[in-house]
């Protein structure tokens, strides 16, 4: 994308950036991770330091168009602040004469966040008069929020049509390692497919298959294919419907030229809560009719992590088991491992296999860990993002 910040001149402007400060919260308000925040810091800084007048604007929870008190964007600007070793000025409102008034009294270098966007239906609605209140508080805009780009609000949308709108960093590099995976990946491409349903990950599937040369499927989804090659698979996650997409999936990759590759032993126990003494790992074919599969097995694991370091590229989307108990956390970790150790590029998506890359303290060994859950899926989906489509249909402005 041509349209970053190298082709705008911020100085002594306010510029708006819609960032994706959606991070998780403790019960006590306190934020539980702060990774996203971290994400937008460079352009953030590049602003500043290029004398911009920085105005901040996020989403935060599901308040569901009405202010909610523990949803309020205030405890972001104290840790914004302790992140930028700067002053973060907070604004009890997002649009209307309190914003305007506190954008208005910024000066160069300096740093706004505003409240919560959602707090106001008229942002998820991506209405016309809002996306224009929001416009009304700057010079330039700038979309940063690669997390929210798979949504057409009035922050990521609209207001892209109303502002000379530009790219931040985030959203150039998040942009430049996705499209490297569907467009020019160094080969073998290995693609790593785990997660929960098989039915939420068809559109990846699907769409990177064409380019793969192995396919790995693990997590839950794993079960459904077992079940479309015969096995019986007792109390695993099974979706029924998709049983017969899964058949195809397999019958078509080889024409494709992707190898797709199965769990051949496979981690069960009685549930989730199940302890490590409870649980045994047998061949994917002998799955007892109580039983669950709740990982990928360990022979097959160590067989995964053989074809990674041989691969060009990884993208992987999907913990390979219920990474949340450590009992079942093997697999992700030896072939998280294993990809680190590698030289491939490696580029992961979704909210849960970086949860657990995080508790494995491996997020740095990969390329590109995206920031995105649903963004990441739609655009490896082969989808046109909405905010990232608004941003190329201002390619023009100078
Ligand atoms: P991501 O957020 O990385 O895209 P998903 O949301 O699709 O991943 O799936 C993550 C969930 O999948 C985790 O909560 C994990 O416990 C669950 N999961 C992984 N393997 C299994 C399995 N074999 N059976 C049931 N659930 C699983
Ligand atoms: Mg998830």
New binding site residues.
């Given amino acids: 994308m041509k349209a970053g910040l190298e082709g705008l001149n911020p100085e002594g402007k306010r510029v708006l950036v819609r960032v994706d400060f959606n991070v998780p919260l403790l019960e006590d308000g306190g934020i539980r991770d702060d990774s996203r925040m971290r994400a937008c810091l460079p352009t953030i800084q590049e602003l500043r330091s290029r004398s911009a007048r920085v105005i901040l604007a996020t989403h935060l929870g599901r308040p569901k168009g009405k202010p909610v008190e523990a949803l309020s964007t205030r405890p972001l600007a104290a840790r914004l602040c302790a992140l930028l070793g700067t002053e973060v000025s907070w604004c009890p409102e997002c649009v209307g004469p309190v914003a305007v008034a506190a954008a208005g009294a910024l000066r160069d270098g300096e740093v706004l966040l505003l409240e919560n966007l959602r707090f106001h239906p008229e942002e998820e609605a991506n209405e016309l008069g809002f996306a224009a209140q929001l416009a009304a508080l700057a010079d330039l805009y700038v979309n940063d929020a690669f997390g929210t780009a798979h949504r057409a609000h009035a922050s990521t949308e609209g207001v892209a049509h109303i502002l000379p709108a530009y790219a931040g960093r985030l959203m150039e590099r998040e942009l430049a390692a996705l499209s490297e995976i569907l467009e020019s990946p160094p080969r073998p491409l290995v693609a790593i497919m785990?997660?929960?349903?098989l039915s939420?990950?068809l559109g990846v599937i699907d769409h990177l298959l064409p380019g793969v040369q192995q396919l790995l499927l693990?997590?839950?989804m794993?079960?459904t294919f077992l079940v479309a090659e015969g096995a019986q698979v007792g109390r695993?996650?099974v979706e029924p419907d998709f049983v017969a997409r899964a058949t195809e999936i397999l019958d078509r990759a080889p024409s494709l030229g992707a190898e797709v590759h199965l769990p051949t032993d496979v981690v069960v126990a009685a549930g989730?809560e199940s302890t490590a003494a409870e649980a045994r790992s047998c061949p994917a074919g002998e799955v007892g009719a109580e039983e669950?599969?709740?990982?990928v097995g360990p022979a097959t694991a160590r067989r995964w992590s053989e074809l990674v370091q041989r691969a060009g590229t990884v993208v992987w989307?999907?913990?390979?088991?219920?990474?949340?108990n450590p009992a079942?956390a093997g697999a992700t970790r030896l072939v998280a491992a294993a990809v680190g150790e590698s030289s491939a590029v490696s580029v992961t998506?979704?909210?849960?296999?970086?949860a657990a890359l995080e508790s494995l303290g491996l997020v740095s060994k990969f390329t590109h860990v995206s920031t995105g859950?649903g963004a990441t899926?739609e655009f490896l989906e082969g989808r046109e993002l909405p905010g990232v489509a608004a941003l190329r249909e201002r390619l023009a402005v100078p």
């Fill in positions: 785990g997660g929960s349903k939420t990950k693990g997590g839950g794993a079960a695993s996650l989730p669950m599969i709740l990982d989307n999907g913990p390979l088991g219920v990474y949340e079942f998506g979704g909210g849960d296999l970086q859950g899926l």
